[in-house]
């Protein structure tokens, strides 16, 4: 992992990027005057129509970076066909399971946004003989990619292999087929699609970001515009938290590229990981993310009261239910439904989930 993560922040350390800026009900009814005329034995009931024509509805800004977004260009019956120019494992031997870094070139044909997904249609057909379905994928690269060019697209895949109820050992298509890339390969690459996982354009904005395992990816594409990267309207001055969850420190996924993001913005950079099969809370608990979280539970309260501070959620869907635990008992000391708050925070595009 240290040799691709290092390789890709050298090539990108002195990169400046100038990108455009991220900028992006009312009906009004009047009375209606009614008068009857006689005319030639006939009665005609003429109904006077106000010309005024109704306001058209205004469209709601975006808190988002949603300016110049991208989706379903590409579709699986017509993907882009990109090469695979680096693929390598990011978790250590002893770690349980595989998870892969990989890049692929698209010549700038794939344009997307941090928080954006692409799909993926692997090679080969199922038993009944048709084209493998598209599986999607996070985003792991800002829209720079890691190579600072515009021209990639990276993702973090974990291969998928178990043992069904027969006993029988699984592999998952689409994550073997791409851990199993060798550079030079071709991809066939559908979408972007996407828009509930885009960065706040606010650059003071908290952004609050949980992850187990690949859900990482997103937040690794936020993380490097705020801190690898310069632009000409963006500069983060705001706080990143990340909240990392993973079984063993063997698991842990960028966690070089997290140490220099760490050392170059103090002040602006929070990590916090949980590992669960190694770390326990003053209560004996396993160290999930929301156990994690719970130490710092206040401190998170007072931070989802402000208008400016976002939360992004990618991973396991368990882990929702857990912050709603930690939660639920803060904000009913101060009479409110954590439930009902929830949903206005997701009206208001500062609660973003992506969870499976």
């Not at 006689?38 to 469209?59: F, M, W, Y």
Request: glycine residues 8%; hydrophobic residues 35%; proline residues 5%.
């Amino acid at each position: 992992m240290a040799a691709v993560t290092a390789a890709a922040v050298s090539l990108r350390s002195a990169t400046t990027a100038s990108t455009p800026s991220s900028t992006p009900h009312s009906h009004c009814s009047f009375p209606s005057a009614a008068r009857t005329t006689a005319r030639r034995g006939l009665v005609i009931r003429a109904q006077a129509v106000s010309t005024d024509a109704a306001p058209v509805k205004a469209k709601k800004e975006s808190k988002k970076q949603d300016e110049g977004v991208v989706t379903n260009k590409f579709r699986p019956k017509e993907p882009y066909v990109g090469k695979c120019l680096l693929n390598t494992k990011i978790t250590a031997d002893d770690a349980p399971g595989e998870t892969w870094h990989m890049v692929f070139g698209h010549e700038g044909e794939v344009p997307y946004k941090e928080g954006q997904s692409i799909g993926i249609v692997a090679d080969g057909e199922d038993k009944n003989g048709k084209p493998h379905k598209l599986r999607l994928y996070s985003i792991a690269s800002s829209a720079l990619g890691d190579f600072g060019d515009s021209k990639t697209v990276s993702l973090c895949v974990k291969r998928l292999v178990y043992t069904n109820d027969q006993g029988e050992v699984v592999k998952g298509v689409c994550s073997n087929f791409l851990c199993d890339l060798k550079p030079g390969a071709d991809v066939n690459i559908t979408g972007p699609v996407g828009k509930e996982m885009l960065m706040p354009k606010d650059p003071n904005a908290t952004i609050i970001m949980l992850a187990t395992g690949t859900g990482i990816a997103p937040f690794r594409s936020f993380l490097w515009k705020m801190f690898f990267e310069k632009y000409e309207d963006y500069e983060f001055k705001g706080l990143a938290w990340l909240f990392l969850g993973v079984p063993t420190s063997s698991s842990l996924l960028y966690k070089d590229e997290f140490g220099k993001m760490k050392a170059k913005a103090p002040e602006n950079f929070r990590v916090d990981y949980a590992i669960s099969r190694e770390e326990t809370n003053a209560l004996g608990e396993k160290m999930y993310i929301q156990t994690r979280m719970a130490e710092y539970k206040d401190e998170l309260w007072e931070l989802l009261k402000k208008d400016n501070t976002y939360v992004y959620m990618c991973g396991l869907k368990g882990m929702e239910k857990g912050i709603d635990e930690i939660m639920i008992p803060l904000a009913a000391k101060e009479g409110i439904d954590w439930l009902d708050y929830r949903k206005q925070l997701k009206k208001s595009e500062q609660w973003n989930v992506e969870v499976y």
